[in-house]
Every structure is written in C-alpha cells, then in structure tokens.
C-alpha cells in the first residue's frame, strides 16, 4: 500500500487528502475572484475603487489576516490539546464563505468575505501541520511532512485550472428530482457552489477519519506565554533557530510570489499569451510535487539541515535568472526566452522543495511535547506573510526595471543561505552521510 512504501501514517494520509479537497476549492478563487470582481455582478464605481485595486486587496488580503493569527490559533491548540476541533472549525468558515460568495454584491462584501477566509485559514493551517508533526516519529517526519504537502499542492494546482473550466462551461441548466423545472445557475455560481462542497468534504474527511493523539499539554501549558523568541535563548547562536527557520520560509516565499502579480509585464516581454504564463506559474507547484516525498524522506536520513542549504543556495540564480530571461541579458530568442521561464520556474520549485518540507520537519524535531502548534506556526505564519508581500513588492519595484523584484527577492535568499549555515543546527543524528553534511552541521 502506498503508506506503507512511504512510512506514512495513515491519519497523515487522511488528512492530505482533506486538505486536498479543500485546497481545490480555495484555490478556485484564485482565477473566479479576479474574474468576478471584472464582472457586473459585483459593483464599487461609487468608491472610485478600480478593478485592480479591488483585486489585488482581495487576493492578499487573505494572507495578512491569517499570518498574524497563526501563532495564537497553534499556541491555543497546544494548550487544549484538541487540534480537530480547530481544523473542524475553520473548515466551517471556509465553506461558509465559499458559498456566501454567490450571494455577493459589492466590493466591501469579498473584502469581508475574504477576511473570513483569513481567519479561517488560521485555524487549519497551523493545526493540520501540528496534526501531522504530532503523529509521525522523528525517524519518518521528513516523508509525512512531504507526503503532507504533496497532496495539498497538488490541490492548490488543480482548483484554478478546474475554476477556469467551470466559469467557461457555464451558465448551467439542472432538472432536479425534488424541484418543479429546471434550476439555472450562472457559471461564478457553480464555482463557488463546487468550493464550499470541497470544503465540506474535507469536513467529513476529519470528521470521521482524524483522531487527536495524545500528546503531553503540560509543557505548552507552563512554557513561556509571551510569544515567539527572536534571540537564542541559549547563548549559542543570535536568533532562535525556529524564527531562523522563519526568516528563510519568509524569503523563499516572497522569492516565490514575486512573479504571481506581474503576469501582463511577463506576457509582454516574451511575446507570449496568458496560456504561456499559467504553464510556467504551474512549473513551480509541478517541481513541488514530483519532489516534495523523495526530498522528505531523504531528509529522515540524511539530516534535514543539508537540504535546506542547498535549496536556499539555488533559489538564488533561479530567482535571479527570472528577471534577467525578461529584460533579454540572459536570451534574446522570444521563443527560447518562455521555455527558459518555464525551465526557471521549475528549478525554482526545486529548490522550494528542499527547503519548505525539510524546514517544517526540522522545527517538529525542535519542537517540545505539546508544542508543535505553536512552534510549527512560526514557518506557516512567515510563509504566508512571504505569498503576501511578495506581489506587492513586485508591483512596486517593477517601475525600476523587471528585473528589480526578481533581484532583490534573489538577495534576500542570499541573506537566508547565511541564516541557515550560521543559525541553524542539525537536531536528529542522520543515518547515513553524505561529504558535505560534514561541513554543514
């Protein structure tokens, strides 16, 4: 069975899969919203508020919410010991919101709806990565952490694809058994409506196939309630090797989200259409999930703190090479030039898979008995805020040159290798070496 080829408990299977069906349906507004917002079925013109604007608030306003609740929601759960009811509780909101979204009318009413979303999402997010970390073993905490995020990309990629087919196919006629006629539904309509039942799957999901482990509360209960500790507390090191591990997700993200928000500049640039720039937007998560399990497991036996390095060092040109296949200094081919954006992209999302899984499993090796929630949410947390700045950052230092975002995101991932090598220890003792562990425990 495939959680036993890959040591896989099976809560952690279960609960992919839950968080797969609901990134399919959250995901799905990632190309409805946009869309919608453009559409008359929603209206602002009074405000003086654009598109645009309203667009880029709604997207990144899900990120800012949640992020910064993160850490309370994880530190709340250790203390209860009953992760479930969190994960049970958000998913409620999701699907909640998902399907108010059919019944909205103005901008103000997805800006609320999306901050609904926000709170949500702190609610499962840090709580199902604590679930996970909770329910594997030091030695197989790599491979669950993997496992854990392969099936949640693979959710996240497929809902916009499957957004964009749903609007398109629509609007829709059904003849119901229990209703006189036909009903008729709009294609945002169904959308929406096919969201807020993924959600409700994943309810049923951890509803009936996820259990709390039991786990020892006493340490969340008299550990320190203040917050999360930026400076080592030891002595031995400048920062705490958990926030280190924050700063680095931080900067990968923004690396990541850089090119999210600048798809008419990417388009223009290389001659290419918007079919183009969802293929190279979906090299990155397709990297991710190829590698995610392979590159978790290995880390159960190789050490956890050698992949981080090196996927941090190759998010660098990776980045980089982004900006410099747009402005021509690297290709001057407009054909060469896309593919090569894809084949960055892709090499990109390698790179993320070293450090994102191996990052989570690291502080889960950091972590004291009931308190993964709160520790765990110092990655989550940052990664989130990382998705959220780095569009509008890119938005910003475009008006200098493209290849500004993709340059100053590259240099903070050069700030974060050094985080890595000089903040950060190695906790488990690896099984088997490889020449450059030597060097960088």
């Given at each position: 069975?495939?959680?036993?080829?890959?040591?896989?408990?099976?809560?952690?299977?279960?609960?992919?899969?839950?968080?797969?069906?609901?990134?399919?349906?959250?995901?799905?507004?990632?190309?409805?919203l946009p869309l919608f917002i453009a559409s008359d079925f929603v209206t602002g013109a009074s405000l003086g508020l654009t598109d645009v604007f309203v667009t880029g608030v709604v997207l990144s306003i899900f990120g800012f919410v949640n992020s910064p609740l993160q850490p309370f929601t994880g530190r709340l759960s250790d203390r209860t010991g009953r992760r479930r009811v969190f994960v049970l509780f958000g998913l409620v909101l999701i699907a909640a919101a998902s399907f108010a979204y059919s019944l909205?009318?103005?901008?103000?009413?997805l800006v609320g709806l999306r901050i609904l979303q926000g709170v949500a999402g702190a609610f499962i997010i840090p709580t199902t990565v604590a679930l996970v970390n909770d329910l594997a073993a030091e030695g197989n905490r790599g491979g669950n952490m993997g496992t854990y995020?392969?099936?949640?990309?693979?959710?996240?990629?497929?809902?916009?694809?499957?957004?964009?087919?749903?609007?398109?196919?629509?609007?829709?006629?059904?003849?119901?058994?229990?209703?006189?006629?036909?009903?008729?539904?709009?294609?945002f309509e169904a959308a929406f409506y096919l969201a807020a039942s993924t959600a409700t799957l994943s309810f049923v999901l951890v509803l009936f196939l996820i259990r709390d482990p039991d786990v020892d509360t006493d340490g969340a209960?008299?550990?320190?309630?203040?917050?999360?500790?930026?400076?080592d507390r030891t002595g031995d090191r400048l920062l705490d090797p958990v926030f280190a591990l924050g700063v680095v997700s931080f900067f990968m993200a923004v690396g990541i989200a850089v090119?999210?928000?600048?798809?008419?500049?990417?388009?223009?640039?290389?001659?290419?259409?918007?079919?183009?720039?969802?293929?190279?937007?979906?090299?990155?998560i397709l990297a991710q999930i190829l590698l995610q399990v392979p590159i978790g497991r290995a880390t159960d036996f190789y050490g956890r703190k050698l992949?981080?390095?090196?996927?941090?060092?190759?998010?660098?040109?990776?980045?980089?090479?982004?900006?410099?296949?747009?402005?021509?200094?690297l290709l001057s081919s407009i054909l060469s030039r896309s593919w090569f954006m894809f084949v960055a992209r892709f090499?990109?999302?390698?790179?993320?898979?070293?450090?994102?899984?191996?990052?989570?499993?690291?502080?889960?090796?950091?972590?004291?008995?009931?308190?993964?929630?709160?520790?765990?949410?110092v990655l989550t947390m940052a990664f989130g805020l990382g998705v959220a700045v780095g569009p509008l950052l890119s938005g910003i230092l475009v008006r200098w040159g493209v290849v500004l975002p993709?340059?100053?995101?590259?240099?903070?991932?050069?700030?974060?290798?050094?985080?890595?090598?000089?903040?950060?220890?190695?906790?488990?003792?690896?099984?088997?070496?490889l020449p450059l562990v030597g060097y960088l425990t």
């Open positions: 069975m495939l959680r036993d080829r890959l040591d896989v408990d099976p809560q952690v299977l279960a609960l992919a899969l839950a968080r797969m069906s609901e990134s399919v349906g959250n995901s799905f507004l990632i190309v409805v909205a009318s103005t901008y103000w009413h995020n392969t099936f949640r990309l693979v959710g996240f990629g497929v809902g916009p694809i499957a957004g964009g087919g749903v609007i398109a196919a629509g609007p829709y006629s059904l003849s119901l058994p229990l209703v006189a006629g036909t009903v008729s539904m709009t294609g209960t008299q550990s320190d309630p203040k917050g999360i500790a930026v400076f090119f999210a928000t600048l798809g008419e500049v990417v388009n223009a640039e290389l001659g290419q259409g918007p079919e183009m720039f969802g293929l190279q937007f979906a090299a990155f992949f981080i390095v090196v996927g941090t060092v190759l998010l660098v040109p990776t980045t980089l090479a982004q900006g410099l296949i747009l402005d021509g200094t090499l990109q999302g390698v790179a993320g898979a070293m450090v994102f899984a191996p990052a989570l499993a690291l502080a889960g090796d950091i972590a004291r008995d009931g308190e993964s929630g709160s520790t765990l949410s993709f340059a100053f995101a590259a240099s903070l991932a050069a700030v974060g290798v050094l985080v890595v090598l000089t903040q950060v220890d190695e906790v488990i003792t690896p099984r088997r070496s």
